[in-house]
């Protein structure tokens, strides 16, 4: 069964507009870890944002934020004030408290920003 | 320094060819990861060494070998690869508690002719 699902293959903005890029996770795990990635053309994973399981505020970093809903088990990434700069693939992944290690990814958004 | 670096970017070898790829942290990170990632798809998950030891095979054919000399370099030996190995060679590292993330390195471009 699929653990991580990124149901949007593409998205488009506008730049300066908002966009909630969606990631739903199947785990009975009680601890686990949810991961936003960025991956521009160049081909380099970035860290944007990380929410944990037992977190009770959403998580912030600048201009990304991660709406957790955890009875929905849904993990979406808001950017605001997109920028051209954010055209890019964008991986949600999820740790599970048993196995440190191993991060399970979902098969990518892919954003483009427009002027 | 919290970069992760990977040498070389581009490789194109042969299927009769070895070859090896570089990895390289120096953030005092435990884990170190290969992962293999084909083109529009995820990355996928090959190896895992923690605290230098090989803890996680994700079933890789045994043409693919890992080694980790010692805490901050991780290299992957090639050897007698298929073009279906053709991909982008991710490298990553970190603390490796539960919450910890993975920081990336920029990848190799691995073509097989």
């Known amino acids: 069964a699929q653990k991580i699902t990124q149901t949007q293959p593409g998205m488009f903005v506008q730049e300066k507009e908002a966009v909630t890029l969606d990631c739903t996770y199947d785990t009975s795990d009680p601890s686990y870890g949810l991961f936003w990635y960025k991956q521009p053309s160049s081909g380099e994973m970035i860290f944007l944002i990380y929410q944990g399981s037992y977190d009770q505020q959403n998580a912030t970093e600048g201009r990304y934020s991660l709406n957790f809903q955890k009875a929905r088990k849904s993990a979406n990434l808001v950017i605001s004030a997109s920028q051209l700069g954010d055209s890019a693939m964008y991986f949600c992944?999820?740790?599970?408290?048993?196995?440190?290690?191993?991060?399970?990814f979902g098969t990518g958004t892919r954003l483009q920003v427009f002027p | 320094d919290t970069e992760v670096t990977q040498t070389p970017k581009h490789l194109v070898m042969g299927m009769t060819n070895k070859k090896s790829l570089k990895c390289e942290q120096h953030?005092?990170?435990?884990?170190m990861y290969w992962y293999k990632q084909k083109a529009k798809k995820p990355p996928e998950l090959m190896f895992v060494?923690?605290?230098?030891?090989?803890?996680i095979n994700e079933s890789v054919p045994s043409r693919f070998s890992p080694e980790c000399p010692n805490s901050s370099l991780l290299n992957l030996h090639l050897h007698a690869l298929q073009p279906e190995d053709s991909a982008l060679y991710l490298c990553?590292?970190?603390?490796?508690?539960?919450?910890?993330?993975?920081?990336f390195g920029p990848g190799t471009r691995l073509t097989v002719l």
């Open positions: 060494y923690s605290y230098e030891k090989l803890s």
């Open positions: 992944a999820m740790r599970e408290g048993g196995n440190t290690d191993k991060l399970i």
């Open positions: 953030m005092g990170h435990r884990a």
């Open positions: 990553a590292s970190s603390q490796g508690t539960e919450y910890n993330e993975q920081f």
